[in-house]
């Protein structure tokens, strides 16, 4: 079992930057690659972003590359969302993620999630 909680949410207006970050704990974080997703009112949640276990290759979702940053620090525990140049459509909550798998961008891919946190970026 992995718990994970992430923070950081809140409002922000179009143009500003937010950090999230999802503090993981139970079995070992180092062993899991991590991924960030988000769903928007009436929306399916979508993938966005997905950093491997020793954080050496990343993969992100169209709409944030050259936005968004993922990263982590297996030290600590804890993953990380940077998200810069901020848009009204990135409003939604987001959820991190841990898989066992090597690759995994697929919400099905992922065992592990924690309960999310509210980004709303006004216009």
């Known amino acids: 079992q992995v718990q994970l909680v992430e923070s950081g949410g809140g409002l922000v207006q179009a143009g500003g930057s937010l950090r999230l970050s999802c503090a993981a704990s139970?079995?070992?974080?180092?062993?899991?690659?991590m991924g960030w997703f988000r769903q928007a009112p009436g929306k399916e949640r979508e993938f966005i972003a997905y950093?491997?276990?020793?954080?050496?290759?990343?993969t992100y979702a169209n709409p944030v590359k050259g936005r968004f940053t993922i990263s982590r620090d297996n030290a600590k525990n804890t993953g990380y969302l940077q998200m810069n140049s901020l848009k009204p459509e990135d409003t939604a909550v987001y959820y991190c993620?841990?898989?066992?798998?090597?690759?995994?961008?697929?919400?099905?891919?992922?065992?592990?999630w924690g309960q999310g946190t509210q980004v709303t970026v006004s216009s």
């Open positions: 993620a841990v898989s066992p798998r090597v690759v995994a961008t697929i919400n099905w891919q992922y065992d592990y």
């Open positions: 139970g079995r070992t974080f180092s062993g899991y690659s």
């Open positions: 950093i491997s276990s020793n954080g050496a290759i990343t």
